[in-house]
Nanobody, 124 residues
Framework: QVQLVESGGGLVQAGGSLRVSCTASGRTFSRYALAWFRQAPKKEREFVAGISWSGGSTSYADSVKGRFTISRDNLNTNTKYLQMNNLKPEDTAVYYC????????????????WGQGTQVTVSS
């Protein structure tokens, strides 16, 4: 059974940093593009960042460019990270990791596998 498990969320003050992790199990995700989405209360789920299956290409939502970095663990390709710096209150949301078959991530939420989400709260 395929599982994506997020960890590392929490409460942080504006301007602070957090790193959230996602570990996949049940299969090898070396041929899957990976992404992070987030969903704030009363808002639609939105794309945050994505990384190609090779790790050589990344993409970001305009709202997080220059502040967030997505990466894959070099030793364990089934683990990915989202480093979030200079956090803002508007970054408050549940963050989900997702995986889809194929080389490149996409910004639409049509992914094959999803984690259960981890809460990130940024206080002003």
């Amino acid at each position: 059974q395929v599982q994506l498990v997020e960890s590392g969320g929490g409460l942080v003050q504006a301007g602070g940093s957090l790193r959230v992790s996602c570990t996949a199990s049940g299969r090898t995700f070396s041929r899957y593009a990976l992404a992070w989405f987030r969903q704030a209360p009363k808002k639609e789920r939105e794309f945050v960042a994505g990384i190609s299956w090779s790790g050589g290409s990344t993409s970001y939502a305009d709202s997080v460019k220059g502040r967030f970095t997505i990466s894959r663990d070099n030793l364990n390709t089934n683990t990915k990270y989202l480093q979030m710096n200079n956090l803002k209150p508007e970054d408050t949301a549940v963050y989900y990791c997702a995986a889809k078959w194929g080389m490149m991530p996409t910004t639409d939420p049509a992914y094959d596998f999803w984690g259960q989400g981890t809460q990130v709260t940024v206080s002003s």
